[in-house]
């Protein structure tokens, strides 16, 4: 949970290869008053990020990272979805002013998912995009899933829960000894 002016990565990190994955979690962003500097333009957060890449050791923010893939939920004065893709912006899509605005407590249901040709990101049920990545991804075996918020010094809050994340099997084939010994 990120909230009061915090940044947060929290690692979900993976040592193998990734051709495909199916990732899906739920995203509160509550509050929106105005920050310490009381201007009535830059009131709420300025959004969440979830990354798929060679992530850094350090906390991340909404912007992500230059690396990899990254969704960016960007929740501050122009409402939008942005995909990157190694710093390229991959797709903006803009969203209705009230887009990211919850009750408090209340969850919203996302997904990003890869299946090795096709990108998909979906917000609330609501497919926002869909696009064909003829390169792939170019995953290394250095490639980890995280998040990113940050909510500058306004008072709302941001979190993520319920993440779940399917990937392909991490296992590659190789030969391996076997030896039977008797007890």
């Known amino acids: 949970v990120m909230s009061d002016g915090v940044d947060g990565s929290p690692d979900l990190g993976q040592e193998q290869e990734v051709s495909w994955f199916d990732a899906r979690f739920d995203v509160g962003m509550w509050g929106g008053v105005c920050g310490q500097d009381g201007v009535s333009g830059q009131c709420g957060g300025e959004g969440i990020s979830f990354c798929f890449g060679p992530l850094p050791t350090y906390a991340f923010d909404e912007e992500g990272t230059d690396e990899g893939l990254c969704v960016r939920l960007l929740s501050?004065?122009?409402k939008r979805i942005e995909v990157l893709h190694e710093g390229d912006v991959l797709s903006a899509i803009s969203l209705r002013?009230?887009?990211f605005e919850q009750y408090v407590g209340g969850w919203v249901p996302m997904r990003?998912?890869?299946d090795g040709v096709v990108l998909s990101v979906e917000y609330d049920g609501a497919e926002y995009v869909k696009l064909v990545l003829k390169d792939g991804l170019g995953a290394g075996v250095d490639w980890?899933?995280?998040f990113g918020a940050r909510t500058s010094t306004s008072t709302q809050?941001?979190?993520i829960d319920n993440v779940r994340i399917l990937l392909d099997a991490l296992v590659a084939d190789t030969t391996v000894q076997v030896y039977?010994?008797?007890n």
């Open 112 to 114: 990003v998912s890869y």
């Open 157 to 159: 809050s941001h979190a």
């Open 144 to 146: 980890r899933f995280g």
């Open 180 to 182: 039977v010994t008797m």
């Open 76 to 78: 501050h004065t122009s």
């Open 97 to 99: 002013s009230d887009a």
